[in-house]
């Protein structure tokens, strides 16, 4: 038996038990889930086609693992203009396994399904404490600084301090002589 499925925008032309990489669905490692948009199943002589998607037909499937691709190197370039930009990509993908075809799912035995699309669940979020049970913070000690203490000396590194550059003086420009326009008679 064999079933065209459509998912995360992509065809694929599945089997049972197959073993497919997809995008990135929320359901854990070890659940089952179903496929809902089957596009067509083929068994044999029968060809059963969607318009565009079959009623009551599904593919069951497990997900074997949560991964990564391959990386994608993205580079661009505009000559002559000193711009190169590299950048990499790695898809979320999640490995299944299909374990069954149904051209009915309502005839079929029932498994625990998960929706395609089940998003986790955030973590709830930890009880904020009330204003009253909070203990107050101490209050931060300020030292007064003593007007003739000496600063700290340097720490010594090994290398001999460095001493700041003197500006150079500034050039004074060079007279220019201009000869005198000879007057008319």
Excluded: C, N, W
């Excluded at 000559?79 to 930009?85: D, G, I, L, S, T």
């Excluded at 990499?88 to 149904?102: A, C, E, N, S």
């Excluded at 220019?176 to 007057?183: D, F, H, I, M, R």
């Amino acid at each position: 038996m064999i079933a065209v499925i459509l998912t995360g925008g992509k065809q694929y032309k599945v089997r049972e038990g197959d073993v497919l990489d997809i995008e990135k669905i929320g359901v854990e490692t070890g659940r089952t889930f179903e496929f809902s948009k089957v596009l067509l199943i083929a068994d044999g002589d029968t060809v059963m086609v969607g318009s565009p998607f079959l009623a009551h037909a599904g593919v069951r499937a497990e997900v074997v693992e949560h991964r990564k691709g391959d990386k994608v190197l993205i580079f661009k370039k505009k000559r002559r203009k000193q711009y190169k930009r590299l950048r990499g990509h790695r898809q979320q993908l999640v490995r299944v396994k299909i374990t069954d075809i149904l051209p009915d799912v309502s005839q079929a035995p029932e498994k625990k399904a998960a929706p395609e699309a089940e998003k986790p669940r955030p973590a709830p979020a930890p009880p904020a404490a009330k204003p009253a049970e909070q203990k107050p913070k101490a209050a931060a000690k300020t030292v007064p600084k003593a007007k003739d203490a000496k600063a700290a000396p340097a720490k010594k590194t090994g290398r001999p301090a460095k001493t700041p550059k003197k500006k150079a003086e500034p050039r004074k420009a060079a007279a220019k002589t201009v000869p005198k326009a000879k007057k008319k008679k």
